[in-house]
C-alpha cells in the first residue's frame, strides 16, 4: 500500500469529525442517540484504518491487506448506511453524507486494485517446446528428404545444382 492510499484513508477518517458536529445540533435524546451510535460505528472504521495504515507502513503481503481493505470496507459500508438512513432523524447535512459515499466508493476501488493484485495474474501458458534446428531450417525432425524450397532449389543446393539430386 503506497503513502498515497495510506493518505485518503487517514483523510477518509478525518472527514467525519463534521457528522458529530451535525448531530450535536438536533434534539437532545435523539442527538445521544445518534451520537452513540455514530461514535461506536466510527470507532469501528478508526480502529480498522489504523490496523491497515499500520500494514502499509509494514509492507505487509496484498493478501494480508486485501484482507484488512475488506474488513475497513464492511464497516466503513455499515457507517454510511447509517448516515443515510438516520440523517433526517440526526439532522446530518447532505454533504456529510455524499462526503461519505465519497469516501467509501474510493476505498471500495482501492480494495479491488489490491485484492485484484492480490489474486495474482492468471497463470501463463507454458511456452511451446523447441523445433531445435530443423524447425528453424525448415527441414523435418526426423530425417528424410529435405524440404524443397519455391524453384526447385533445396537445403543441399550448390551454385552447381543439388549434389544429391546428381
Known sequence: MTGRHVLILTLALLGFAGVQRAIAQGDAFERANCQDDFTKLRGAVEERGKVLQNA??????AQEVCKLLRDFTTAEARMVKFLKEKQA???IPDQ???????????????????????????????????????????????????????????????????????
Open 56 to 61: 502499509g507502513k509494514q509492507k505487509k503481503s
Open 89 to 91: 432523524l440526526c439532522g
Open 96 to 166: 456529510i453524507v455524499g462526503q461519505a459515499k465519497e469516501g467509501h466508493t474510493k476505498a471500495l476501488a482501492m480494495r479491488d486494485n489490491v485484492c485484484k493484485v492480490a489474486a495474482g495474474p492468471a497463470a501463463a501458458p507454458p511456452p511451446p517446446p523447441s523445433q531445435g534446428l530443423s524447425g528453424a531450417l525448415g527441414t523435418p525432425a526426423f530425417g528424410g528428404p529435405p524440404v524443397e524450397t519455391p524453384g526447385g532449389s533445396g537445403v543441399f543446393d550448390t551454385l552447381t545444382g543439388n549434389v544429391l539430386k546428381r
